[in-house]
C-alpha cells in the first residue's frame, strides 16, 4: 500500500510551535549511534470523526494508528477531543506502531462522534558517525527478537528473490566493512534507479525496470540490504518515506542508521524533521489477521445505517494557521 494513497487526501498544515520546546527533556543520546541534529516542534492530530449519515448506526469499531516516541522523536498529547459516545482503548502492533481502537456502540441518525488526539512532537534530524570502521555485521541467529523480521521478506521488498540476493552479493563481494557493504548498496541503488512517478511497483520491479518512485528505490535499498544479512526497514513520515539499516558497534550493541533515497546524498544520518508515523513494512492489521500491509492503514466498521468516517492525520489542528 502507497504512503501516498493513505496520506494524499488529508489536509497537511505546517505548524511550528517554538513555545513547546520547554516540555520536552533533552533525549540521552547513543554515543555510537548517529547523532542528534536540529529539532523542529510540530503538533500533529490524529483520529477519526464519524457521522450517522444515513440512518443510526451500531457496533461501530475504527482503527487509527498514533505517533509514539523514538530516539529521536518525543512526543506528548497537547489535547484530547473525544465524544462521551466513544470508548477508547490503544494496541500496538508489531511492536511499532500504536492503534487508537475507537467503539461506538450507538450512534443515532444525524450525530457525530469524534476521538482525536493533538500531539506535540518534537523531531531531530539526525547526523551520520565519524568513524565508520568500527560497526559490523549481525549474526542473525544473535539479533534480538524484535529485530529479526527485519531480514525477511515484506509486501513488495522481495528480498529472498534470486535476482535480489545475487545482485546484493556482487554489489558488496569486493567491500570487508560492514559501514561499506550497506554504502555500497545504497550508492548502487541510487546509480541504478532513476525517479519516475507512478504507482508503487516494489524492490523486483524497480530493479528490473531501473526505475521507480521513492518507495520503490527505499524497497529495494531495504530488500538487497536484507539479502546481504543486514537488517533495515521503512521509515514513514507525510507523503515520504526512507530506509534506514542496523549494524553493531565493536560493543556488539546494534544501532540503527538512516539514509535518503531521493535528493541530495544522505547516508548514515538524514536532514528530515517531519514527524515519524511509522516504522517498519510489513504489518498484520489487527482488524484482518491474514492480511499484510506496508503501511498500517485506518479502518472502520459498523452495522445500520452505514457510518462515514472522516480520519483525521494532519499536520497542525484545525484553525491552525
Known amino acids: 500500500m502507497s504512503v501516498r494513497n493513505v496520506l494524499g487526501s488529508l489536509v497537511v498544515v505546517l505548524c511550528l510551535a517554538a513555545s513547546g520546546f520547554g516540555q520536552f527533556r533533552a533525549p540521552e543520546e547513543d554515543p555510537k549511534g548517529p547523532k542528534l541534529g536540529e529539532a523542529k516542534v510540530l503538533k500533529w492530530q490524529a483520529g477519526v470523526i464519524v457521522t450517522a449519515a444515513s440512518g443510526p448506526c451500531t457496533g461501530i469499531v475504527g482503527y487509527a494508528p498514533l505517533p509514539v516516541a523514538w530516539p529521536e522523536q518525543e512526543i506528548s498529547v497537547a489535547e484530547e477531543d473525544i465524544s462521551p459516545a466513544c470508548r477508547v482503548k490503544n494496541e500496538m502492533v508489531e511492536g511499532t506502531v500504536k492503534v487508537m481502537v475507537v467503539s461506538i456502540p450507538q450512534l443515532p441518525a444525524g450525530q457525530e462522534a469524534k476521538a482525536l488526539l493533538t500531539y506535540e512532537i518534537r523531531r531531530h534530524a539526525l547526523i551520520a558517525p565519524t568513524d565508520t570502521g568500527i560497526y559490523e555485521m549481525p549474526e542473525s541467529r544473535k539479533l534480538p527478537r524484535d529485530i529479526r523480521p527485519y531480514l525477511a521478506p515484506s509486501p513488495k521488498i522481495e528480498s529472498s528473490n534470486p535476482k535480489i540476493k545475487a545482485a546484493a552479493k556482487e554489489i558488496t563481494s569486493e567491500k570487508e566493512k560492514a559501514w561499506q557493504k550497506v554504502e555500497a548498496i545504497y550508492d548502487w541503488v541510487r546509480a541504478k534507479v532513476g525517479h519516475q512517478k507512478g ?123
Request: net charge neutral.
Open 199 to 321: 504507482p508503487v511497483k516494489g524492490a523486483l520491479a524497480a530493479l528490473r525496470d531501473g526505475n521507480g518512485d521513492v518507495e520503490d528505490s527505499t524497497s529495494l535499498f531495504i530488500a538487497l540490504c536484507r539479502a546481504a544479512g543486514v537488517p533495515a526497514r521503512t521509515v514513514w513520515v507525510p507523503d515520504h518515506c526512507y530506509p534506514e539499516f542496523y549494524l553493531l558497534d565493536d560493543d556488539g550493541k546494534g544501532h540503527w542508521f538512516p539514509c535518503e533515497m531521493d535528493g541530495n546524498r544522505s547516508f548514515g544520518g538524514i536532514n528530515e524533521t517531519r514527524p515519524i508515523l511509522q516504522k517498519g513494512d510489513n504489518f498484520r492489521p489487527p482488524y484482518d489477521r491474514r492480511d499484510r500491509q506496508r503501511y498500517l492503514a485506518e479502518y472502520l466498521t459498523g452495522t445500520g445505517g452505514k457510518p462515514k468516517a472522516k480520519f483525521v492525520r494532519q499536520l497542525g489542528a484545525p484553525g491552525a494557521p
